[in-house]
């Protein structure tokens, strides 16, 4: 597999055409203008494009890179929208540095000032419910750009709750403002993605009364538990709005989701 040739090397691309779930989204040149450790393992990759100008988005929405081609086909990974400035024309994302063998792993860790990339967006179709008393977030690391930028976003008297596993102190970052209050779960030597603490932590934080939301993201399998316990709760499920990021031990399948058996 070829993880780096150039955009000219596609001869075969579902996405040739931005219809259907890509409807409404634009195709951007994106230029590297920064990569940098945020914490240790969360990179802060800005970018910038001419379609950025125009560009709308909603908070919890990600943009697709084509991180790679295989075969004359696109490899495309998904990352959250953390801010854009469209007068500068610039979108910042944070991407988790997993240490694992992955494209979008390997492009993180390559990319520098003045590469291009292509991009898609924005995608994604989970936004803050507007009628809810509070908002519930729980996942992994590579849910907090989502999580952050989304409970950053709720209006004044909405209460947010955020639980993340990530890998340790270090990792920790500023909670967004507002009535915000963030749990941090370390997970120390525990490999990413089991769900045992996140769901013991999720049968234990408190449902306030009045009308909650739930947000779940991270690793398939785990989301898949988490959903389980906020069922064993009490919580419908039109009250929990889950997506899987990633799937343990199994790369991503081309167009950015974890592969389906
Ligand atoms: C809508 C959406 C939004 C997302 N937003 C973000 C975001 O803002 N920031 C972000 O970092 N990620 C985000 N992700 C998750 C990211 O796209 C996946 O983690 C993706 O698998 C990374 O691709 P890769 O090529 O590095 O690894 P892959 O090729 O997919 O996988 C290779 C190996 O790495 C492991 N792996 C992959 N991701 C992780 C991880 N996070 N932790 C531990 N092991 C991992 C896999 O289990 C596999 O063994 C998002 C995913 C979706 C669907």
Redesign the pocket.
Known sequence: MADSAPAGAVTDDPFARLEGPLAGTTRMRLTVTQNRPLTPA?QQVVLTAPELAGFRWRPGQ?IMLM?AVADGRP?R????I?ATDPEQRLVT????R???????????TGARPGDTVEGIGP??KIFLAPGADWHLFIG???????FFTMAAALPAGQRATVLLEIPGLADEQQPPAGDVSVSWLHRGSRP??EPGALAEAAGQVPLPPGLGQAYL???AKAVLALREVLADRGMPGDQVSA??????????ASH???ARD
């Open positions: 969360l990600d991180v490899v990974r998904r990352y959250t953390r994302l944070e991407i988790v997993h240490g694992n063998e992955g494209p979008g792993e390997r492009w993180v995608r994604g992994d690391h590579a849910a907090l750009p989502a990413a993605g993201a991270g690793e997506k899987a990021y990633w799937g343990r031990g199994r790369a991503n950015g989701e974890p």
